[in-house]
């Protein structure tokens, strides 16, 4: 089993690392060093997300930045996020140019496409994503139903884990105590 010596989280692209849920889950995973880190287009006031190749040289640079402060190796680290935060973390892990070693990804709704365009699916790295993954989801999230996912999921080379979080939106509204008991339970299968 892999020793977990850190967690490295990122938001969503509306939001920034001080978002509650992110402090909730840093919170309940103390004593386990856990960072929240802010994409750059956040650090420089701005609204609107950096293109993906950015964001990716962001959580790469993040997280080896951890490893490097810790004394271990990313291979000892799992990153994920909320929605754009989660996805950008599965594609560092797994990147063709770059692909950034991990023990495991977090996908915090998981935005499988954007909403009302099911036709626009976010999946073509899940071929390569070999990490351990969990991915937590609310039933009713417009950004990709539990069927949805559920097809999505059989393109990743290992069976995800996965948690439904019954009734709830993408937001996850009031169920950041839920959602980082769950992060927690897992990270202690490591």
């Not at 994409?39 to 950015?54: E, I, L, M, N």
């Not at 996020?81 to 599965?90: H, I, Q, T, V, Y």
């Amino acid at each position: 089993m892999t020793r977990v010596r850190a967690v490295v989280l990122f938001p969503g692209s509306g939001s920034a690392a001080n978002h509650p849920s992110l402090v909730a889950i840093e919170n309940h995973l103390s004593p386990l060093p856990t960072f929240r880190c802010d994409f750059d287009y956040r650090k420089a006031g701005k609204s609107f997300p950096d293109r993906t190749p950015v964001l990716l040289t962001t959580v790469r640079r993040e997280v080896r930045a951890v490893a490097d402060g810790l004394g271990c190796e990313t291979g000892e680290i799992v990153i994920g996020g909320r929605s754009m935060g989660g996805r950008m973390c599965s594609m560092a892990a797994c990147d063709p140019e770059d692909a950034l070693e991990v023990a495991g990804v977090i996908c915090i709704s998981y935005p499988l496409h954007p909403p009302k365009k099911p036709e626009s699916l976010r999946t073509e790295h899940f071929p390569r994503l070999g990490a351990r993954t969990l991915f937590v989801s609310g039933t009713k999230d417009e950004f990709g139903t539990p069927e949805e996912l559920g097809r999505a999921f059989e393109l990743l080379p290992r069976p995800p884990d996965v948690v439904w979080m019954d009734g709830a939106r993408h937001d996850l509204a009031r169920r950041d105590v839920e959602v980082a008991r769950v992060i927690g339970d897992w990270l202690a299968t490591f």
